[in-house]
């Protein structure tokens, strides 16, 4: 992936009551927040309770990946106040197949507000800014019936089922595949 080519949005992505921006450092309280969930730590690079520095150092690693060619990664944060609620990332390893993969959290003490819904609607609009995407992809443990009711919210359809299709924990796991694909109007 030619990542010169990718770079944050001049106008950050909303949707609902939710912006995507680039991370900044007050970010590091929703960051912390965020790694008290015992899940999230299991799926990134974000360790569990996280102390200040761990979390400023998410942070960092969240603002170079787009330098690295990894994809976008953005803070998820109240339109209005623009108080850090989670993350959304848009994952371009797969772009040359006009792919690419989403992802999102929030952070424990802003659930219940239909932010992740908000955020991946955000993130999905942003997407198909670029031109060559054509399909983006969600990968969702059967279990986790909020990221399901989320993800049909921001229009991604279920597609199937991929037994034992990641490691997770330590153990191989199921995972629903959910897909978006670019609007033809």
Request: proline share 5%.
């Amino acid at each position: 992936m030619n990542s010169a080519r990718f770079v944050m949005p001049s106008t950050a992505p909303t949707f609902g009551h939710v912006r995507l921006r680039a991370f900044e450092d007050c970010d590091v309280d929703m960051v912390m927040n965020l790694s008290t969930d015992s899940y999230v730590p299991k799926i990134g690079s974000l360790p569990g309770n996280a102390s200040r520095e761990d979390a400023l150092a998410y942070i960092e690693r969240q603002l170079g990946r787009l330098d690295t060619g990894a994809g976008y990664s953005f803070c998820v944060a109240d339109k209005d106040t623009g108080d850090a609620l989670g993350t959304a990332g848009l994952h371009l390893a797969p772009i040359a197949a006009g792919r690419a993969t989403a992802g999102y959290s929030v952070a424990p003490r802003a659930r219940g507000r239909g932010v992740a819904g908000q955020a991946l609607t955000a993130l999905t609009r942003f997407a198909w800014s670029i031109p060559e995407l054509y399909r983006i992809e969600l990968y969702i443990e059967p279990w986790n019936v909020a990221s399901m009711r989320s993800a049909e919210v921001a229009g991604y359809a279920h597609e199937g089922l991929l037994r034992s299709h990641q490691e997770i924990g330590g153990k191989r796991v199921d995972m629903l595949l959910y897909a978006a694909i670019r609007p033809t109007d």
